[in-house]
């Protein structure tokens, strides 16, 4: 194993970042903004200017304190088993609920330019840095993850989802036979609905799929709850504390505008924004949205109590 890798902390990576920079800098550029436990943001963020692997993606993690980490597939892979000059694709990410173990879902090429994927498993030390535990090698692709409550992974394994321990003992894959078998990972998106329910979106079908795990890891498959094709073409969904669904699209006709829909079982509401959002992420109760207006940046937070109001942001 390749030795311990540590987030870059050191002080020359850092620098305090305003809204206004943070946008501008990365969170526009970014392919997608995953929210994390502790006001964490993952901004996954695609790599030019590398000849051998044109479709990298890295990913920028940004503290509340505005910390940069910024996170390549490279440096979990030994280089022997890695196409030189490759860079390799980062999927998503997340953090257990007391911020001590991170996990990252990773791709890369093989020397004989072969797919390979895998999870990597960071551990909070005791020197406060995060340091690579071990690689969850996955025979299928990977996609988006997230922690249990009780600290298992649940991650996108298409076309179905795997529950795996922090250790790589597979627990439970659930979901066969419901997503299609040609979906890509990357067309399939995890979120918490709850302590202990779960959503998967498929962002092609606009298909939301609602489901549980236990306390004492039983999987009830039966509670699978489809909302087949009704919530549109999808940027980012969220739930709030009553399990409502916050639906992010984006519509381009008549005009192009962000439509954030609330949906519960009573009623429907909408509310737009001006410009279309290039991403968005949801966190502490406040919807996010990164705009672009006459080629500047602008990072908008909405509540929900604004989009119940259903109030325009022109």
Known sequence: MIAAILFLLAALQSEALSDSTVAGRTLTDAVRVIPMA???????????????????????MLS????????????????????AGSAGQIYGGAMSDDQTTAALSIGWLS??????NGI??????????????????????????????????VAVTAPYV????????TNAELLHGVIGERRRASELRLYRAGN????????????????????????????????HGTLGP???????????????RQQLAPRPDTVITLRNTT???????????????????????VASIGGSPSLQHLSLADIRKGARHD
């Open 64 to 83: 509340p304190d505005g910390r940069t980490w910024p996170l390549r597939a490279s440096m979990f892979v030994e280089p022997e088993l890695m196409l």
């Open 162 to 169: 795997t529950v795996f321990t922090i250790s790589g003992k």
């Open 111 to 116: 020397p004989a330019r072969e797919g390979r």
């Open 267 to 289: 009623s429907t509401r909408s509310m737009r924004t001006g410009s279309p959002s290039r991403t968005a992420y949801f966190h502490d109760g406040m919807l996010s949205l």
């Open 234 to 248: 999808i940027q980012a969904i969220a739930f709030d504390d009553n399990s409502s669904i916050v639906a992010v």
């Open 120 to 153: 990597i498993i960071l551990q909070k030390g005791g020197d406060q840095l995060f340091h690579q535990k071990q690689r969850i090698e996955c025979r299928v692709g990977t996609g988006d993850l997230l922690f249990t409550p009780q600290g298992d992974i």
């Open 196 to 227: 202990e329910r779960y959503a998967l979106l498929d962002v092609v079908s606009s298909t939301l799929y609602l489901f549980a795990i236990g306390r004492t890891r039983e999987i009830t498959t039966t509670d699978l709850d489809p909302h």
């Open 38 to 60: 502790g006001g964490r943001r993952l901004a996954l963020v695609r790599l030019p200017g590398i000849p051998q692997d044109p479709t990298a993606v890295g990913a920028v």
